[in-house]
């Protein structure tokens, strides 16, 4: 019987990914967190303050055999998941708008690791979720993924990719909310992270600021969140 809670977070090196490790471990969870920057050492740091509760898996999400291995070695350590998380993605701004030059090697690359990454690694360890106590799966969206209310003329891959997170959200929910799974896409706020390389000062948030809301409203309080696209201040989004 598991009786420690259990959550799978991908893109834990830095960031929001890194933010909500930190404070899942400060609520008594048994962490894997997804690494995919060796060289980033702040999950090793972690694992000195936590070594009991903090497992690192190696995890590329443009890499099948990367999401199977990590799947694999979690499943060694677990016979649950309470909660998977995947908040890994990469961001490339697109310079150029529908009458310049569009890079669509990049677009291919963030639908790879923004749209399919999520579902590759969810379809991974669906069973162990299913098995879990609480049934929860969070995918770190954006409000760039909604239609309606798109003020965009640019930035199609990113965009893109996260409106199709929306959507595999929403039919994951469909399918398996039967059997007590409960789906969110949640967009983080525009947080201080290093998407780009160097941290985004011009940010409105620090990671750790959305990371303790998302924790707060989404994982303590989920029943109070009937919906499933949300900001993370709790606020609906729209389609």
Not at 108 to 124: I, Q, W
Not at 126 to 147: D, M, R, W
Request: hydrophobic content about 40%.
């Amino acid at each position: 019987m598991q009786l420690q809670k259990t959550v799978y977070i991908t893109g834990a090196d830095r960031g929001l990914g890194f933010a909500l490790t930190k404070k899942f471990l400060e609520a008594g969870y048994f962490t894997f967190a997804g690494r995919y920057l060796e060289e980033w050492n702040w999950l090793a740091e972690l694992q000195t303050e936590y070594p009991e509760n903090l497992k690192l898996v190696d995890l590329d999400l443009d890499s099948d055999s990367s999401i199977k291995k990590a799947a694999a070695e979690i499943a060694k350590n677990t016979d649950s998941l309470d909660i998977l998380i995947n908040n890994a993605g990469i961001f490339a701004p697109d310079v150029d708008d529908i009458l310049g030059e569009l890079d669509f090697e990049i677009m291919e690359k963030m639908y790879r690791v923004n749209s399919l990454g999520p579902l590759k690694v969810t379809h991974s360890v669906i069973e162990l979720l299913l098995k879990g106590e609480k049934k929860l799966l969070i995918n770190i969206s954006s409000e760039a993924g909604s239609i309606a209310d798109c003020p965009r003329k640019k930035e199609y891959g990113y965009s893109m990719s996260k409106t199709a997170v929306n959507m595999q959200s929403k039919i994951i929910q469909n399918h398996l909310q039967e059997k007590g799974l409960k789906v969110f896409a949640l967009h983080p706020g525009y947080l201080k992270t290093y998407m780009l390389g160097d941290k985004n000062e011009e940010a409105d948030i620090e990671a750790a600021e959305s990371a303790a809301e998302i924790f707060r409203r989404f994982v303590e309080a989920r029943k109070d969140y009937q919906k499933i696209y949300y900001d993370y201040q709790g606020n609906q989004l729209s389609w």
